[in-house]
């Protein structure tokens, strides 16, 4: 009887072991993967963007699935390349929402690539985190999309506020004919009324010149300019400041957030000592004072950045890594991929410390960053240095 | 006043005197086979990156010229070899396009051998601008002007003295004729795809220290020169010379008189105005049908 009664007991513990383990082995299956959709532009002329921003996506999403997923779920990484052609971004969107399923999609390396994807999103409604610059991409607010660079708004406001610091006035302005130095004129011009600047130059220069002294020369002979502001990206920033130099003009000049890579400082040389600039946190990360919020993840992501690609690291894969940061963070508060908890999860992220600030969003602010995530920065013995 | 004027006209000498390059590049080729060869900017990309990369690997810069140099040789006559000579009977708009894909296909091959990012060289003698006048110069164009100027004058020796070179003048003046005199048509081709490709590596080099170096620079500098070209009369070498340095003078004035939202729109208005009232560009022979 006892004997018979042991082995009940121990029939009935296999059992609900066999059966608890078949419940966590069936759980394990139902689990679905998160899929998360991107596009970015790793070929053509804005693959000094794209190409960064696949490879962080790539690597983190391999290393969360390598350490257990998210919630138990393993993350599905999709990435298109659309070559930096809008049209292409849009077919991959279009591919990305109604064949793959995503939950929610990362990417549109560019201001054209992301507002070709906009209306796509917006009808489908899949949440988009767009990767690229421009103001127009969260203003006016659009349901479903949202952004994790900081605006040329934004660097046009950083380089006033320094302007004033310095009792600088008059500015003079030199952009590049691409979509996003025509963006950024629009918005310095803006920002400049706003703030009681005068511009006293609008000058613009073509993407690929290798030339531009004929332009920096009227700028030289305006008297009145106080300072010179180039809003470009790529290699015609660099061939400005040599120019610059070449021409021994004494202004203060000024570049945008879109030359703050190493690569500017090392085309343009000598040439680029005591250029300022806006920057987010990741570029001068071993220089952040340690009470800095952003110290952490900023030196942690350089690290395993330049550890698994061994090339410095870039403002531009810093952006990819906080798209997805931020889309996973929603995942986890919405307990889910309910697309439309997914949504406002997102919307709801509150404090998170990423590469390129603080971000808060809310309804009206699809991006959450202030200007306290720009660093102003000086080139000091072809460093970045901070202004303080 | 006078020094804005002239620093206008001392940069777009230096840019003109690249364009030049590549148009003579053009010409040469145009001349030898009546192929107009859009991969002539992928030749002074060859040069530049090559240049460029191989400095900074430690190589000695006029050594690191002169393997861009044969590279770009290399790549020309293989372009020549099976590109353009297997399309023999092909018309002229086939070969054209052609030569547009081998210029794609040689940036992409340039891509996964350098990769994507800008390289820079130095300037050959140093960085301090050099006042002129009010003006001021980077004393690269100096070496870019100059090295124009003794490649125009060694390839009008070419042309004039050795018997190569008037090869390739017979062949473009009569193709038939120049066959049955015992000029073997197929090696002038060859012979001349590798001399502009030589002529334009031997120009990315020198400009480098300008532009930096990408594997897309020779896109606008290949059609800069093709307007160049056009203007100068196809064909006609120092007609390609005037041409490139009308464009990019140009272009100089008209970003620092008119505006320079206009700048590139200045050389292409060119190209369609001589297109619409001189077909046979400044300096090109009047009536010539080339069939």
């Not at chain 2, 060859?46 to 990369?53: D, K």
Request: hydrophobic share 50%.
């Amino acid at each position: 009887m006892r004997k018979g009664l042991l082995a009940t007991i121990a029939l009935t513990a296999m059992t609900a072991m066999m059966a608890v383990s078949g419940l966590m082995s069936g759980a394990a299956q139902a689990a679905d993967p998160i899929k998360v959709g991107a596009i970015v532009s790793a070929t053509g002329p804005a693959s000094f963007l794209g190409d960064p921003e696949k490879k962080v996506l790539e690597l983190y999403a391999d290393r969360i699935n390598k350490a257990g997923g998210v919630d138990g779920r393993p993350l599905q990484l999709t990435v298109y390349d659309d070559g930096g052609a809008a049209d292409k971004a849009a077919s991959f969107t279009k591919r990305l929402i109604e064949s793959d399923g995503v939950d929610v999609i990362v990417g549109g390396t560019t201001t054209a690539a992301t507002m070709a994807a906009v209306p796509l999103v917006e009808r489908a409604g899949v949440p988009f985190i767009s990767l690229a610059g421009a103001v127009v991409i969260v203003e006016p607010v659009k349901k479903w999309v949202f952004k994790t660079p900081h605006t040329d708004r934004m660097a046009a406001e950083k380089v006033m506020e320094d302007m004033k610091k310095r009792g600088l006035t008059k500015l003079a302005l030199l952009s590049e004919d691409s979509g996003f130095g025509k963006s950024g004129r629009e918005q310095t011009v803006a920002v400049a009324k706003e703030r009681g600047i005068e511009l006293v130059a609008d000058e613009t220069y073509g993407a690929k010149d290798t030339d531009v002294t004929a332009q920096l020369t009227k700028i030289k002979n305006n008297a009145a300019a106080q300072a010179v502001l180039v809003f470009g990206l790529g290699q015609g920033p660099a061939v400005v400041t040599k120019n610059y130099r070449q021409l021994g003009i004494s202004l203060p000049l000024y570049q945008s957030h879109g030359v703050a890579s190493k690569e500017y400082i090392r085309l343009a040389g000598g040439a680029a000592e005591g250029v300022r600039l806006p920057a987010a946190g990741l570029v001068v990360a071993a220089q952040l004072p340690d009470g800095d919020p952003q110290k952490k993840v900023v030196t942690e992501f350089t690290k395993v950045y330049e550890d698994s690609f061994s090339t410095e690291v870039s403002t531009f894969a810093g952006h990819a890594y906080d798209g997805l940061m931020i889309a996973l963070d929603a995942v986890k508060r919405a307990g889910g991929t309910d697309k439309a908890k997914l949504r406002d999860a997102i919307e709801q992220t509150k404090g998170y410390v990423g590469t390129g600030g603080t971000v808060t969003m809310s309804a009206k602010d699809h991006m959450g960053l202030t200007l306290d995530a720009f660093h102003m920065v000086e080139v000091k013995q072809g460093d970045w240095a901070l202004v303080k | 006043m006078f020094a804005e004027l002239l620093q206008y006209l001392l940069s777009g000498l230096t840019i003109g005197a690249i364009y030049a390059l590549a148009g003579l590049g053009f010409s040469i080729i145009y001349n030898a086979s009546h192929v107009i060869n859009f991969a002539q900017g992928e030749f002074i990309m060859i040069g530049g990156m090559a240049s460029a990369t191989l400095t900074a690997s430690g190589v000695p810069l006029p050594l690191a010229i002169l393997i861009g140099c044969g590279g770009a040789m290399l790549v020309g006559v293989l372009v020549a070899k099976f590109a353009v000579e297997r399309a023999r009977n092909a018309s002229t708009v086939t070969l054209i396009i052609i030569t547009i894909g081998a210029s794609i296909f040689l940036r992409g091959i340039a891509e996964l051998v350098w990769g994507k990012d800008f390289k820079r060289l130095d300037a050959f003698s140093g960085e301090t601008p050099i006042q002129f006048l009010g003006a001021s110069m980077q004393p690269q164009s100096l070496w870019v002007v100059g090295t124009a100027g003794v490649l125009i004058v060694a390839i009008g020796l070419f042309f004039a003295k050795t018997l190569t070179g008037k090869a390739i003048l017979a062949t473009s003046h009569n193709r038939l004729a120049a066959q049955l005199v015992g000029i073997d048509v197929k090696r002038v081709v060859l012979a001349s795809f590798a001399l502009s490709a030589a002529l334009g590596a031997v120009g990315g080099a020198v400009v480098a220290p300008i532009t930096f170096s990408y594997t897309e620079m020779g896109i606008m500098l290949g059609l800069k020169g093709f307007t160049a070209a056009v203007l100068g009369g196809l064909g006609h070498g120092p007609g390609a010379v005037a041409g490139g340095l009308i464009v990019g003078i140009a272009e100089a004035l008209g970003a620092g008189y008119i505006s320079s939202a206009y700048k590139d729109a200045v050389a292409f208005v060119i190209i369609l105005a001589v297109l619409l009232f001189m077909p046979n560009g400044l300096f090109g022979k009047r009536g010539t049908e080339r069939v």
